[in-house]
């Protein structure tokens, strides 16, 4: 069986604990601290669902603070 390859993604400004902690029950998905800040570790399609969720919480949080 072949084992699927891992990618990293950066985590962009504005992800907050709870947008996190959410993202680690959805997705299949680990978290490595690296000189250069937080990484999510994951296969591609974890990972560009993650970054689907993460933006929409982000646009979501966005609109509760504008008004």
Do not use: C, W
């Not at 985590?11 to 978290?31: Q, R």
């Not at 250069?36 to 993460?54: A, H, N, Q, R």
């Amino acid at each position: 069986m072949e084992e699927e390859q891992e990618f990293e993604m950066g985590l962009p400004n504005g992800v907050g604990e709870a947008m996190l902690a959410h993202a680690f029950e959805k997705f299949d998905i680990k978290l490595e601290q690296t000189e250069f800040g937080p990484k999510l570790i994951g296969s591609y399609e974890e990972l560009e669902k993650t970054k689907e969720f993460l933006a929409n919480a982000i646009a979501e949080r966005l609109k509760e603070l504008e008004g």
